[in-house]
């Protein structure tokens, strides 16, 4: 099988809960002339947070072996959801140009592969950058039980490289039947100003010329390779490759050549004809120097010259250009292509016919294939659907509809293309996969054994981890469908009595013979043997005894197959209030020297801070500087430090409110032992918390000496516990900082080494004591003060948005009426609101204005910018020394919308205005939004 799964055994039929929805995996017929409905798939994230995942492949056991580009080598076990860091590979991940300054690379750990007899011999290839020399690696390993044997490293080809200059690494790679390797490899040179061909062959300029490596027969960068690995770590050159083993100027490895950064390959199991993504160049318009940029989709039904640095696309000519004396020649010849330049180390006259793209597309819409839209553009590939080559058993393989059919993803533009082909492997046409999905950033794809297709996505920054970087894959369920399940509660906790309302609103069947007559059943129960159902869609439930409630929504199709969804409710304890009274914006933080504050907190069986009850080192109030590229509202969700020891307060006031101090001291001994001598004996799990629990409650003797402990049976078991607690976090948990007060000023302060682009979180948390065997809850207030200036990333609702994210982030609208939404945005004293564009050429952007509304994309208008027409800005490249943020700011232009007179919370709708605009036309990019007072303008 030609792709990288068949290394892995069957998996089972494997059933998993995403989202409420159960998938089956009973099977009914497969017409491969009918589409199937996109609700048949679903996509299930198996992890995220990656840190630049650059490859996939499959191993034995339901395992999928991944490398970051940092040298990260990582297993996701899908039985248990678990990530293994095995391995970290020295690499390099730098280069250092001609002024001498260090920037980041795109090579590092480039590619993994598993060879196809991995469950006899544990090999598995990486293809590295050496971490000292300037080269390229392939090596073999052995990978055992989680562990990479390093003894076992075997050298199999090196590939010379230069590091004055980025980019494009390659470091795909795929396996045939015949146990060849092939191996993508960028052509390792720097993109030229003018964003076409590489064609420079003035002294100096050696890596502007790609004439000298992807044009060149005798250099194996800007090729894909072909070899066949031998056991002792050497390889051999199979039949049938571009250049025979020992023909002069030439290097026997190569398959294809003429490549610009040939991406990620697969085969065809079928017909063996291979496929890939390669990433062309920058330019938007037709010039002097030739063509503009185009990525493609390509095919190669055997070894052949694809045209790189001379043609593009369709074979597209570009221009003879004498760099030294400023002039400009004919045309390549396409039906003569000769590499003349002083760096060609290889033939002159160039195999031909060159092969033109399958699939070529620019910036703007493609006129042949319209369906790949406009924007940024990255090519990654994609395997070929073969039914023949999964198990029958395997639980989600495709219909027969996709038989044949090539899987392409785009990494910018997220969408996943269907391209059908002819008897021959010729094109015929492409429909969307999934459109209403996004895989943007998606790096590498493939089928996995159990037929589910894989998705590794790399996030939206470049050379960083990325939260957004993830594993997916895509589940095909060919028979009925169970149902997919929304649970709903009005509250889960309270005092009793108190009754709660439960919906089962949003759930539903995609089979339509289902629709209208899913069958529903909720079930009560608790520990004690309580225990009720009620047969309704949408029940109340009246909570009259303390206890933890497990609540249960089943729902029934009309074949008998269910879904189910549990959640706890909590009945005897009311949940605190905890509220802080905040004057001011509460959205953002416009550069005030401090911030007043006062939080209240009150609970029905605890007290409140205003009767005293409640103490002020029990309510946890934290100030904190939030770093850039991290949510205020996310890091609020979290535990504090301050939120721990203010909890285990609680346990120590319980004890200096009781008896204890008379026998024990913190860190003396007295009548009983001291609390660090108790910590220290019993450490801090289960089972000695509930061991001391019952010696405070029902007392002791004959551990410490002989003196009995005594019974405090009007101690609750929640008391009890926070006390424990308390004890043995002793030597632990020691606080930081002195605890905010109730009441004061905050001042905010950017800690050395951030760059003040972050925002500040204040935030404040109680947990009560609980009520009787009920344990305890808490509560979170927060004011997140984010930076004025908002990424568009951030926004919630979208319409007509492309991205782009390389080099950097290009977030483009297209289309009249395209807008974008943000929730919750305080305008308490907003007089301003910027929109930083890039409305240039280059973006292809044909200018428009904004309109900025309340609620909705047609609500109440609050301000309208100036129209922006198209400008070329040149290349926006900060000088030597300044801070690139803040030039950017000072030379991008700005959209300005004057907004007065407004308070209070409200949702935020930018509306992008051309009526002359196409759907696919793209009005401007937005880089930032700036909402200003006027001291903020002041200081801007």
């Known amino acids: 099988m030609f792709t990288k799964n068949n290394v892995a055994t069957w998996m089972g039929c494997i059933c998993i809960l995403m989202i409420g929805s159960l998938i089956s995996c009973k099977r009914d017929s497969d017409d491969p002339t009918v589409k199937p409905e996109d609700n048949r798939f679903t996509k299930v994230i198996l992890t995220e947070g990656m840190d630049e995942p650059m490859e996939m492949t499959f191993l034995p056991g339901n395992k999928i072996l991944f490398v970051e580009r940092k040298g990260g080598v990582k297993i996701l076990d899908e039985n248990t959801k678990e990530v293994t860091l095995v391995a970290t590979i020295p690499v390099n991940t730098k280069y250092t140009n001609k002024q001498g300054v260090v920037r980041e690379a795109e ?73 060849n390797l092939y191996l993508t490899v960028g052509n390792n040179t720097v993109n030229p100003r003018e964003g076409t061909s590489n064609l420079d062959e003035r002294p100096g300029h050696e890596n502007s010329d790609d004439q000298r490596a992807p044009g060149n027969t005798n250099d194996l960068r800007g090729k894909i390779l072909r070899i066949h690995p031998e056991p002792d770590g050497t390889y051999m050159i199979p039949e049938g490759n571009l250049f025979p083993v020992g023909m002069e100027k030439t290097r026997p490895e190569i398959y294809t050549m003429g490549h610009r950064n040939p991406w990620r390959p697969t085969l065809d199991s079928k017909t063996g004809y291979l496929y890939w993504g ?309 959205t953002f933080y416009f550069g005030q020297t401090e911030l007043d504050y006062h939080v209240s907190v009150s609970d029905i069986e605890d007290g409140s801070t205003a009767d005293g009850k409640i103490r002020a080192e029990e309510v946890a109030i934290t100030f904190d500087y939030v770093p850039t590229g991290f949510d205020p509202i996310e890091i609020a969700s979290k535990q504090s430090g301050a939120e721990a020891m203010a909890v285990l307060n609680i346990g120590k006031n319980l004890i200096e409110s009781s008896d204890c101090r008379s026998c024990h001291q913190i860190d003396k001994t007295s009548i009983g032992p001291s609390y660090e001598a108790i910590a220290e004996r019993y450490p801090k799990n289960d089972a000695n918390i509930q061991l001391l629990m019952d010696k405070v409650i029902n007392g002791g003797s004959g551990v410490w000496g002989d003196h009995g402990m005594s019974a405090h049976p009007e101690l609750s078991a929640s008391d009890a516990k926070r006390m424990v607690e308390y004890i043995l976090s002793i030597n632990e948990v020691k606080p930081t900082v002195a605890p905010l007060p109730l009441a004061g000023k905050v001042y905010p302060n950017t800690p050395e080494g951030e760059d003040g682009q972050g925002g500040y979180l204040l935030r404040a948390s109680y947990t009560d004591k609980g009520a009787g065997n009920i344990s ?81 994309p047609t609500g109440e208008l609050i301000g309208q910018t100036q129209k922006m027409e198209p400008k070329n800005l040149g290349f926006m490249r900060p000088p030597a020394g300044v801070n690139p943020l803040e030039w950017r700011r000072q030379n991008t232009p700005k959209a300005e919308a004057k907004i007065k007179g407004l308070t209070g919370f409200h949702d935020v709708y930018f509306v992008f205005k051309n009526p002359n605009a196409k759907e696919t036309d793209i009005l401007m990019s937005i880089s930032e939004i700036q909402f200003s007072n006027q001291s903020s303008s002041e200081n801007d």
């Open 278 to 586: 390669e990433v062309g160049p920058d330019a938007v318009v037709d010039s002097i120097w030739g063509p503009k940029g185009y990525d493609e989709f390509n095919q190669a039904k055997g070894p052949g010259f694809f045209g790189w640095p001379y043609f593009i696309g369709n074979n597209q000519a570009y221009t003879r250009h004498d760099h030294v004396s400023g002039t400009y020649g004919e045309p390549y010849d396409v039906n003569n292509p000769v590499n003349e330049s002083v760096n060609n180390t290889g033939l002159r006259e160039l195999p031909t016919p060159v092969i033109p793209a399958m699939i070529w597309y620019p910036y703007g819409v493609s006129e042949e294939f319209p369906m790949l839209g406009s924007s940024g553009r990255s090519a990654t590939g994609g395997p070929v659907f073969r039914k023949a080559d999964f198990k029958k058993d395997a639980p989600y393989v495709f219909p027969s509809y996709y038989e044949g059919k090539w899987l392409i993803v785009e990494f910018m533009r997220g969408w996943i293309m269907a391209i059908t082909m002819d008897k021959n492997g010729n094109y015929v046409s492409m429909e969307r996969f999934l459109p209403n999905e996004n895989f943007s950033s998606a790096i590498d794809m493939d089928f996995g054994p159990d037929g589910a297709l894989y998705v590794l996505e790399y996030g939206s920054a470049w050379f960083r981890g990325n939260a957004n970087s993830r594993l997916v894959k895509i589940e095909y369920n060919a028979g009925n469908r169970k149902p997919t399940i929304n649970a709903q509660a009005d509250k889960l906790s309270g005092a009793v009595p108190f009754t709660a309302n439960f919906s089962s609103e949003g759930t539903f069947d995609d089979d339509t013979y289902d629709q209208g007559k899913l069958k529903y059943e909720w079930k009560f129960s608790n520990d004690q043997g309580f225990n009720k159902v009620v047969k309704e869609a949408n029940p109340s439930f009246n909570f009259t005894e303390s206890g933890v409630y497990q609540v249960t929504l089943t729902v029934t199709d009309t074949k008998g197959e269910q879904n189910s969804i549990s959640f706890d409710v909590n009945a005897g304890n009311e949940p605190p209030k905890v509220s802080i009274d905040f004057a001011g914006n509460k």
């Open 107 to 179: 090579e590092g750990l480039m590619g993994v592969i598993a060879d196809p007899n991995y469950e006899k011999n544990n090999w598995i290839y990486m293809y590295y950058a050496d971490p000292n020399e300037t080269k390229h690696v392939l090596a073999r390993w052995e990978l055992r039980e989680s562990k990479l044997i390093e003894d076992s490293k075997k050298i199999l080809l090196e590939v010379p490289t230069q590091r004055e200059e980025c980019c494009h690494t390659g470091g795909g790679m795929v396996f045939d039947n015949d146990g």
């Open 776 to 856: 305890s809850l808490t509560t979170v207030d927060y004011i997140a003060l984010r930076n004025p200036y908002l990424d568009p990333q951030k926004s919630v609702i979208r319409k007509g948005v492309q991205l782009m994210t390389t080099p950097r982030v290009n977030f483009f609208m297209t289309g009249d009426q395209s807008h974008i939404g943000f929730n919750s945005i305080d305008l308490t004293g907003v007089e301003q609101i910027n929109l930083f564009v890039d409305i240039s050429p280059r973006a292809e952007a044909i200018g428009g204005y904004v309109e900025v509304r309340l609620g909705s």
